[in-house]
């Protein structure tokens, strides 16, 4: 030991405070005076009764000491007088040499006890004297944790001597004036209890679980310290758990908590039944608490997982997101130090929150912002990961401050499809956010599907007045789009007469407005004349492509109707009305057509059948689209309070006869069938035949009298007058061939000629040429005798 300095403190070469029993030695050569002696016993009275406030070193605090000293002297020289022999003991004069003899020569050990005996007394006289003084009892197995400047103290067991009494008082601590006070709390305390856990979060202390002598908890309690009061947080965790570890871990955007181990009731057999446990709880500090059991990635018979412990010491590592986790009891003390990683559960140091705007196509590329929090506490890349329950898509994005990420959307086409996805962002190698944002990938807009409607888009609307259309968006399923943000490349051209008779077109000023909610009206005006309206649509990184009805020409005079241009106006009212009516005559006059009973071998009639069949399927998207206009204009009108319900109801009508319609020509084409291949076969025969009869016809041209000049005039002209009546005759059956062919779908040639009737359209031509080229001759031949004669 080093000796004790002036005032009786032991020196520490390290510079810290090291505790010892301290007593004073009566034997050597050395003396003390009654200053450094009062010194040392005030020192092992602070040592004793833990008095570390009193003062140790000489002057007013040592003048008591002084006294009991030497009364206490006094009384050891009068009866080593009485007794006689033996070493006398001397006093030092106070500034007398310090070499002169000891201070006692004899009985040292007697001399100490009895000295600390007196000195106890008069302790425990000052003690009752400051009885005001509070502190909690003795105890162990409690729970302190700091908020703000002082140290809550709660529970535990102890009290005077070998008592085990479990406690519930609340105790604080105040670190500005190192002075104990028990508070006197309101609300709901916890039962008495120790081996709980506790931490403290937003000036309040949380108690979670522990043990007394009649129960055992799995119970969650909070004390608002500043308004002393207690309440059950009515959130319990598993089975009741005692002498487990916990830890209180920093996170965005909710803090968490980490209870580890323990001692567990897991088969509600009591404390005395308790399993050393190693599960993990953790508590979301979110704006609703909850509990969570996360499962360790690793088998619970594998040999690197911790044995179940209790009265471990945990501790959290930032960097690294894990926690460290030292010794405990499992029927042994133990030594082994285990890492967790916790960020799955934590996260990193930064949060996201939404994105903006929520939606977007399945194509991608469209820039979208994330909001969050922390961005910047991390260097790295930015990847945003969109994904499903299975499938995922990432983007690299980039921080443009604290609290926002741009990123590109990803084309997900191949990978997720048109469905709702959660959002996560990680920044270099930390990990993925645990909170996440939701957005949905919706089918692209597409141009084929969809369409425009309005009075802007009609004929004999009032010129220099404001018109308006929409453009509803659809995509490739037909259905309506419910956002905005696509990109039209809309062109409104008036067609301008020139001096010269000629025209010219000049752009029209428009606006464009984005309702967000798939449609998106166009607000323009025109003067009298004629309007050329064009409205395409990109589709991702194709060129842009027409919507449905695309280019549109409406008309504008001085003189139309009476609020022409408005959705509620005498021209939207005339296009439901007639546009309903031409699609039922359209429905009339085919399925009649298309009805008709077909007799064996009339292929004329068979063909007629054909082309009704033909022209609804040619005209089937026209049809579709303007079921969709007056669809989508009636809908505009209602929100406009204009009853619909008698056009709804026709609509449905001509709707419903034209589905039928499709149906019965769907079937009409496969009972047809057999009969239009039967004679399809025939027809092919039919014109090899007439080819054959064409040859034949054309070598006996020939020889026809027309050829010989010994005919003479007349009997020529005779003959090529009935010539060019046969070649009249077989053009009416070849135009007649060409017509069946036409029908039956023979192939065609590069120029689009049908290949089984080449040749016969040459023999044609040619035996025309000759009929041409004689009628010539022998006009040339009249006109010679007319001259001669």
Same mark, same amino acid.
């Given at each position: 030991?080093?000796?004790?300095?002036?005032?009786?403190?032991?020196?520490?070469?390290?510079?810290?405070?090291?505790?010892?029993?301290?007593?004073?030695?009566?034997?050597?050569?050395?003396?003390?005076?009654?200053?450094?002696?009062?010194?040392?016993?005030?020192?092992? +009275?602070?040592?004793?009764? $833990?008095?570390?406030?009193?003062?140790?070193?000489?002057?007013?605090?040592?003048?008591?000491?002084?006294?009991?000293?030497?009364?206490?002297?006094?009384?050891?020289?009068?009866?080593?007088?009485?007794?006689? $022999?033996?070493?006398?003991?001397?006093?030092?004069?106070?500034?007398?040499?310090?070499?002169?003899?000891?201070?006692?020569?004899?009985?040292?050990?007697?001399?100490?006890?009895?000295?600390?005996? +007196?000195?106890?007394?008069?302790?425990?006289?000052?003690?009752?004297?400051? !009885?005001?003084?509070? +502190?909690?009892?003795?105890?162990?197995?409690?729970?302190?944790?700091?908020?703000?400047?002082?140290?809550?103290?709660?529970?535990?067991?102890?009290?005077?001597?070998?008592?085990?009494?479990?406690?519930?008082?609340?105790?604080?601590?105040?670190?500005?004036?190192?002075?104990?006070?028990?508070?006197?709390?309101?609300?709901?305390?916890?039962?008495?209890?120790?081996?709980?856990?506790?931490?403290?979060?937003? =000036?309040?202390?949380?108690?979670?679980?522990?043990?007394?002598?009649?129960?055992?908890?799995?119970?969650?309690?909070?004390?608002?310290?500043?308004?002393?009061?207690?309440?059950?947080?009515?959130?319990?965790?598993?089975?009741?758990?005692?002498? =487990?570890?916990?830890?209180?871990?920093?996170?965005?955007?909710?803090?968490?908590?980490?209870?580890?181990?323990?001692?567990?009731?897991?088969?509600? #057999?009591?404390?005395?039944?308790?399993?050393?446990?190693?599960?993990?709880?953790?508590?979301?500090?979110?704006?609703?608490?909850?509990?969570?059991?996360?499962?360790?990635?690793?088998?619970?018979?594998?040999?690197?997982?911790?044995?179940?412990?209790?009265?471990?010491?945990?501790?959290?590592?930032?960097?690294?997101?894990?926690?460290?986790?030292?010794?405990?009891?499992?029927?042994?003390?133990?030594?082994?130090?285990?890492?967790?990683?916790? !960020?799955?559960?934590?996260?990193?140091?930064?949060?996201?929150?939404?994105?903006?705007?929520?939606?977007?196509?399945?194509?991608?590329?469209?820039?979208?912002?994330?909001?969050?929090?922390?961005?910047?506490?991390?260097?790295?890349?930015?990847?945003?990961?969109?994904?499903? @329950?299975?499938? #995922?898509?990432?983007?690299?994005?980039?921080?443009?401050?604290?609290?926002?990420?741009?990123?590109?959307?990803?084309?997900?086409?191949? /990978?997720?499809?048109?469905?709702? =996805?959660?959002?996560?962002?990680? %920044?270099?190698?930390?990990?993925?956010?645990?909170?996440?944002?939701?957005?949905?990938?919706?089918?692209?807009?597409?141009?084929?599907?969809?369409? =425009?409607?309005?009075? $802007?888009?009609?004929?004999?609307?009032?010129?220099?007045?404001?018109?308006?259309?929409?453009?509803?968006?659809?995509?490739?399923?037909?259905?309506?789009?419910?956002?905005?943000?696509?990109?039209?490349?809309?062109?409104?051209?008036?067609?301008?007469?020139?001096?010269?008779?000629?025209?010219?077109?000049?752009?029209?000023?428009?606006?464009?407005?984005?309702?967000?909610?798939?449609?998106?009206?166009?607000?323009?005006?025109?003067?009298?004349?004629?309007? %050329?309206?064009?409205?395409?649509?990109?589709? $991702?990184?194709?060129?842009?492509?027409?919507?449905?009805?695309?280019?549109?020409?409406?008309?504008?005079?001085?003189?139309?109707?009476?609020?022409?241009?408005?959705?509620?106006?005498?021209?939207?009212?005339?296009?439901?009305?007639?546009?309903? @009516?031409?699609?039922?005559?359209?429905?009339?006059?085919?399925?009649?057509?298309?009805?008709?009973?077909?007799?064996?071998?009339?292929?004329?009639?068979?063909?007629?059948?054909?082309?009704?069949?033909?022209?609804?399927?040619? /005209? #089937?998207?026209?049809?579709?689209?303007?079921?969709?206009?007056?669809?989508?204009?009636?809908?505009?009108?209602?929100?406009?309070?204009?009853?619909?319900? @008698?056009?709804?109801?026709?609509?449905?009508?001509?709707?419903?006869?034209?589905?039928?319609?499709?149906?019965?020509?769907?079937?009409?084409?496969?009972?047809?069938?057999?009969?239009?291949?039967?004679?399809?076969?025939?027809?092919?025969?039919?014109?090899?035949?007439?080819?054959?009869?064409?040859?034949?016809?054309?070598?006996? %041209?020939?020889?026809?009298?027309?050829?010989?000049?010994?005919?003479?005039?007349?009997?020529?002209?005779?003959?090529?007058?009935?010539?060019?009546?046969?070649?009249?005759?077989?053009?009416?059956?070849?135009?007649?061939?060409?017509?069946?062919?036409?029908?039956?779908?023979?192939?065609?040639?590069?120029?689009?000629?049908? @290949?089984?009737?080449?040749?016969?359209? /040459?023999?044609?031509?040619?035996?025309? #040429?000759?009929?041409?080229?004689?009628?010539?001759?022998?006009?040339?031949?009249?006109?010679?005798?007319?001259?001669?004669?």
């Amino acid at each position: 030991r080093n000796p004790p300095n002036s005032a009786g403190r032991m020196a520490s070469s390290s510079g810290k405070l090291r505790g010892s029993k301290i007593r004073a030695s009566m034997s050597g050569g050395g003396s003390m005076s009654f200053a450094s002696l009062a010194g040392v016993a005030t020192a092992a +009275m602070a040592s004793k009764k $833990g008095m570390g406030s009193m003062a140790v070193s000489g002057g007013a605090g040592s003048k008591k000491w002084k006294g009991i000293l030497q009364k206490k002297m006094g009384s050891m020289l009068q009866a080593s007088g009485t007794r006689g $022999g033996g070493q006398a003991m001397k006093m030092r004069k106070p500034g007398g040499s310090t070499m002169g003899g000891a201070l006692m020569a004899t009985n040292e050990e007697l001399f100490h006890e009895e000295l600390i005996a +007196m000195v106890s007394q008069t302790a425990r006289e000052d003690a009752t004297a400051a !009885s005001d003084i509070q +502190m909690p009892s003795p105890r162990a197995n409690h729970v302190t944790v700091v908020t703000e400047n002082q140290v809550v103290l709660f529970g535990g067991h102890g009290g005077t001597g070998y008592q085990r009494r479990a406690w519930n008082d609340t105790w604080v601590l105040n670190l500005d004036n190192a002075r104990w006070q028990e508070l006197s709390c309101q609300g709901t305390p916890p039962p008495p209890r120790a081996g709980h856990a506790a931490f403290a979060k937003d =000036c309040n202390v949380f108690v979670f679980g522990g043990w007394n002598h009649d129960s055992i908890f799995n119970d969650l309690y909070m004390l608002d310290v500043e308004n002393k009061d207690w309440a059950d947080v009515d959130l319990s965790w598993g089975v009741p758990r005692w002498n =487990c570890c916990l830890q209180l871990v920093e996170a965005i955007p909710s803090w968490r908590v980490f209870v580890l181990g323990g001692t567990a009731d897991v088969n509600g #057999e009591g404390r005395s039944g308790g399993k050393f446990d190693d599960r993990i709880g953790v508590l979301n500090l979110a704006k609703t608490y909850v509990w969570d059991e996360p499962a360790l990635e690793m088998a619970e018979d594998d040999d690197n997982r911790p044995m179940p412990r209790e009265h471990s010491a945990v501790c959290y590592d930032p960097e690294e997101s894990r926690l460290i986790i030292f010794g405990g009891w499992s029927n042994k003390w133990l030594d082994d130090v285990w890492q967790i990683n916790v !960020s799955s559960i934590v996260g990193p140091p930064y949060a996201i929150l939404k994105v903006e705007p929520p939606l977007g196509p399945v194509s991608g590329n469209m820039m979208v912002t994330v909001r969050g929090v922390g961005f910047q506490s991390t260097n790295g890349m930015v990847t945003v990961e969109f994904s499903t @329950k299975d499938k #995922e898509a990432t983007a690299q994005g980039q921080v443009i401050d604290d609290e926002t990420i741009v990123v590109p959307t990803p084309d997900v086409r191949d /990978k997720i499809g048109p469905k709702d =996805c959660i959002v996560r962002v990680s %920044i270099g190698v930390r990990d993925l956010t645990t909170t996440t944002a939701k957005y949905s990938f919706f089918l692209n807009t597409i141009a084929d599907k969809s369409l =425009c409607y309005g009075p $802007g888009v009609l004929q004999e609307q009032q010129a220099g007045q404001p018109t308006r259309f929409t453009i509803q968006a659809r995509n490739e399923n037909g259905e309506n789009r419910k956002s905005g943000r696509d990109q039209f490349n809309i062109t409104l051209q008036q067609k301008v007469p020139l001096d010269d008779g000629k025209f010219m077109f000049e752009d029209l000023p428009f606006e464009i407005i984005d309702k967000n909610n798939g449609q998106y009206e166009v607000v323009y005006q025109a003067d009298e004349g004629d309007v %050329i309206i064009n409205v395409r649509h990109a589709e $991702g990184n194709d060129k842009p492509k027409p919507v449905r009805g695309s280019p549109f020409k409406p008309t504008f005079t001085k003189t139309a109707r009476n609020k022409a241009n408005e959705y509620t106006g005498p021209l939207i009212t005339s296009f439901i009305s007639s546009t309903l @009516k031409s699609l039922d005559e359209f429905y009339q006059s085919t399925n009649t057509g298309h009805s008709v009973k077909l007799k064996d071998g009339d292929v004329m009639k068979l063909i007629e059948v054909l082309n009704y069949i033909r022209t609804l399927y040619k /005209k #089937e998207e026209e049809l579709q689209l303007r079921q969709d206009e007056i669809q989508e204009t009636l809908r505009h009108l209602e929100t406009e309070g204009v009853p619909i319900d @008698k056009n709804t109801k026709a609509l449905k009508k001509v709707g419903a006869n034209l589905k039928q319609l499709k149906e019965d020509i769907v079937a009409k084409e496969k009972e047809i069938q057999p009969a239009v291949q039967k004679e399809s076969d025939k027809y092919r025969k039919v014109i090899m035949e007439f080819e054959e009869e064409l040859k034949t016809y054309q070598g006996g %041209i020939r020889k026809e009298a027309f050829y010989f000049y010994k005919s003479g005039l007349e009997l020529a002209t005779t003959r090529l007058d009935a010539v060019t009546s046969d070649l009249n005759r077989f053009q009416e059956r070849l135009d007649e061939l060409h017509h069946i062919a036409e029908n039956f779908e023979y192939t065609k040639d590069t120029t689009g000629k049908i @290949k089984e009737l080449i040749n016969s359209f /040459k023999l044609m031509q040619a035996m025309r #040429e000759d009929v041409a080229n004689m009628r010539q001759l022998w006009e040339w031949e009249q006109a010679r005798i007319v001259k001669t004669e």
